[in-house]
């Protein structure tokens, strides 16, 4: 340990290897099927809830339809939360250095802050996988991107940022 990082402060080795590997494990097993089908209820009414649409998908698409757009999601989050937890570690080492103890007003604002700059980078890569979530077709993500900037260009990919980055906070 060096002399000017106290215990229990993370390096940022540490924290950028928790960032990537927690979401290779997490991403593709829960949070992308549970992706694809929250993406589907918002967008369409054929589904009845989640169990009917959970069937639907493995039915018509497999075990691929349950994977459909894993590639997105993991450019999403594993920059989204290195960023974020790197903000975090970093502001409250700042903070804590100043005194040994952070209040929660801090601590809230300091994760406030972190969330947004974590969401700010995942932006772009949400609209994109949820497009492509949401298209029951077999179109590649190059198909989907293109479609998407058709529709507005590179802007098109920041839709709906100043909501998303309210609610990070």
């Known amino acids: 340990s ?17 960032g990537i590997f927690s979401q290779f494990i997490v991403c593709p097993l829960i949070v992308n099927p549970l992706e694809r089908a929250k993406c589907l209820l918002q967008t369409s009414q054929q589904f009845k809830g989640q169990i009917d649409c959970f069937k639907y998908i493995w039915r018509n698409e497999g075990l691929k339809g349950l994977t459909r757009g894993t590639t997105l999601t993991l450019a999403r989050d594993v920059p989204s939360f290195c960023t974020y937890f790197l903000m975090y570690e970093s ?20 994760g406030g802050v972190s969330g947004m700059l974590g969401w700010a980078i995942a932006i772009p890569m949400d609209n994109l996988k949820n497009r492509h979530q949401v298209s029951l077709g077999q179109n590649s993500i190059l198909s989907t991107l293109a479609g998407v900037l058709r529709q507005g260009g590179f802007k098109q990919l920041y839709r709906g940022a100043t909501v998303v980055l309210i609610r990070a906070f």
């Open 2 to 18: 060096s002399p000017t990082r106290r215990q229990g402060d993370f390096t940022t080795r540490q924290i950028l290897c928790g």
């Open 91 to 110: 502001l409250r080492s700042v903070i804590a250095s100043d005194s040994k103890h952070i209040d929660l007003f801090t601590t809230a604002v300091i």
